[in-house]
């Protein structure tokens, strides 16, 4: 794009900008800081963005389709993100902050056998799941739309996933050293087999919807752990 489109490029994010901030003064019926407004904007663009993601596909969302949907021009997600892409890192570094990182925390705990330490992790990870659904829902989205794509997003989306396999494996490598987890599978395997669970778990309680309970289905994992990996005791 030459000097000109560089121009236009600018006017556009200013006139959203300018735009973003009238419209949540509007809307909030009082003064706030320009900090404060374009904080709010900021958010609104990020929750339209993720619940277009997840609706219709990375592919399919547009910028102005994300900005319509907030009452803002396409200049307003120009200034705040630049690009689709880095929209989409933004919210997938939200998703990581807020479920990923707190959910693998219990997997980290120096007490506790393995077996605690793994139905910890997945009530965690299911809970947080319940609380933050469609951040959940736009990490296992996207993870599928972009498996065969190369890009700083399917990286992206390798290193959180792989922040969950590297703490599931060392504590299943331990807790079988231990005898405190069956070895009628391999350690990179039985992380697999719980990541697959939970992601299923979610993604057929996101498709049902009311004719599942989110919390039955917690318990129902928690079972299934208990009794396909933990052992009756370090003796058997």
């Known amino acids: 794009m030459g000097t000109g489109g560089n121009g236009n490029w600018e006017a556009m994010a200013e006139l959203g900008a300018r735009q973003a901030t009238r419209k949540v003064a509007q809307n909030t019926g009082r003064p706030r800081t320009k900090r404060g407004q374009r904080e709010a904007t900021y958010e609104k663009l990020l929750n339209a963005a993720r619940s277009l993601f997840i609706a219709v596909g990375y592919r399919s969302t547009t910028l102005e389709g994300i900005s319509s949907k907030v009452g803002l021009t396409k200049g307003a997600v120009y200034f ?14 939200r998703a990581n902050a807020a479920v990923i990182v707190p959910s693998v925390e219990p997997l980290t705990s120096p007490h506790g056998t393995a077996g605690d330490k793994l139905v910890n992790f997945a009530h965690t990870h299911a809970e947080l799941g319940l609380s933050r659904r469609d951040d959940i829902m736009l990490l296992i989205s996207m993870s599928l739309e972009f498996a065969q794509r ?47 669970n939970h992601d299923g778990a979610f993604l057929e309680w996101y498709r049902r919807g009311r004719r599942l309970d989110g919390d039955h289905l917690v318990r129902a994992l928690r079972v299934l752990l208990l009794e396909g990996y933990v052992v009756a005791s370090p003796e058997q």
């Open 80 to 93: 705040h993100f630049r690009s689709k892409e880095k929209l989409l890192l933004a919210l997938l570094d």
């Open 150 to 196: 190369r890009g700083p997003v399917n990286d992206r989306i390798k290193q959180i996933y792989q922040i969950i396999y590297d703490r599931l494996e060392a504590v299943i490598e331990a807790g079988q050293q231990k005898g405190e987890l069956r070895r009628s599978a391999s350690v990179r395997e039985m992380a697999a087999v719980l990541v697959a």
